[in-house]
């Protein structure tokens, strides 16, 4: 029977993981599709039908090419950041409330914070050990940013946390039952999508990456496999976030086709935030990490354990 229940664990873990990477492989195709649209242009209609095949004919690509690396780099940690960045982002996805596996957070959130804040030490490394200043700079930016913002995604966290006293996912689902937290904490779930974006490198914040302003960010020295992860892995957490705020503002989880409607637009914003809205100056972004959004946190955090209090 132990056996048994170990089986399926593994089985639903790994259904998991393979529906995440498919999921990643198609917002990819969907991100490029809407880019094009909101461009005037086509995107990728070429391979298969409507290009629905582009996304692995991307990845047989990415992970065919040649694995070059710097002559002067720390090669064991310049190797593995991005396979540890991509373990990270696939055991954040343990917290989903998944039935199949039987696995239940008691303190999910606090797992979410964890797994996010070791996040940035998969960052840092990938920078500081290729060796080259350009990468270096841009490892300490991208850390810089996505601390900044932590603290901030933590603080509007706890709001949430103190209307539903419980760190479990699961219980969003059930005191979201009458009335969508999205209309509790409007303000509140704004700054929340906003600190999504830089915690996950898009743009307006997408400094860490830097494209268009210097050669590359953090990742510079990276391609093929390297480069492949460290683009899964952050198309996987962009999913995933889109994830959170259904479950923390939109009604929860429940496996209907309206949950992954829901998460299917959050999703899109990211996409159309990306087409739409110009990339922010660097002080600017930092200003609005602790002068805006965490005295607003704050602010917000002490009115609703008022309002907590006074429903006791």
Do not use: H
């Not at 710097?70 to 940690?77: A, G, M, Q, R």
């Not at 990270?88 to 008691?106: A, E």
């Not at 300490?140 to 006293?165: G, P």
């Not at 904490?185 to 898009?202: D, G, I, K």
């Amino acid at each position: 029977m132990f056996l048994n229940d170990i089986y399926m664990i593994f089985l639903g873990l790994l259904i998991l993981i393979i529906g995440v990477l498919v999921g990643v492989a198609y917002l990819t195709l969907l991100e490029r599709k809407v880019l094009g649209y909101i461009q005037i242009r086509k995107g990728p209609n070429k391979v298969g039908f409507l290009g629905i095949l582009q996304p692995f004919s991307d990845a047989i690509k990415l992970f065919t090419k040649e694995q070059t690396y710097p002559n002067f780099s720390n090669y064991l940690s310049y190797y593995f950041s991005p396979v540890l960045s991509f373990i990270l982002s696939l055991m954040i996805w343990l917290l989903i409330p998944y039935y199949f596996n039987m696995i239940s957070f008691n303190l999910g959130v606090l797992f979410f914070l964890c797994c996010t804040s070791m996040g940035v030490y998969t960052v840092m490394v990938a920078g500081w050990s290729s060796n080259s200043n350009y990468a270096l700079l841009g490892g300490l930016r991208a850390v810089a940013q996505t601390i900044s913002y932590e603290v901030s995604l933590a603080l509007i966290l706890m709001s949430s946390i103190i209307m539903i006293m419980d760190f479990n996912l699961m219980s969003f689902f059930f005191y979201q039952n009458y009335i969508w937290f999205i209309i509790l904490m409007f303000p509140l779930s704004l700054c929340w999508m906003s600190s999504s974006l830089a915690e996950t490198n898009r743009t307006p914040f997408d400094f860490a990456e830097g494209e268009s302003e210097l050669v590359s960010g953090f990742n510079i020295e990276y391609s093929s496999g390297g480069f492949a992860l460290i683009f899964l892995a952050e198309y996987s957490s962009i999913l995933f976030m889109s994830l959170l705020f259904v479950l923390l503002y939109m009604g929860g989880f429940s496996l209907s086709i309206i949950f992954y409607l829901k998460l299917v637009f959050i999703s899109f914003l990211f996409i159309w935030v990306r087409g739409t809205l110009p990339r922010y100056r660097y002080d600017k972004l930092m200003y609005l990490a602790w002068k805006s959004y965490l005295p607003i946190s704050l602010n917000f955090l002490l009115f609703f354990l008022g309002f907590k209090i006074l429903l006791l």
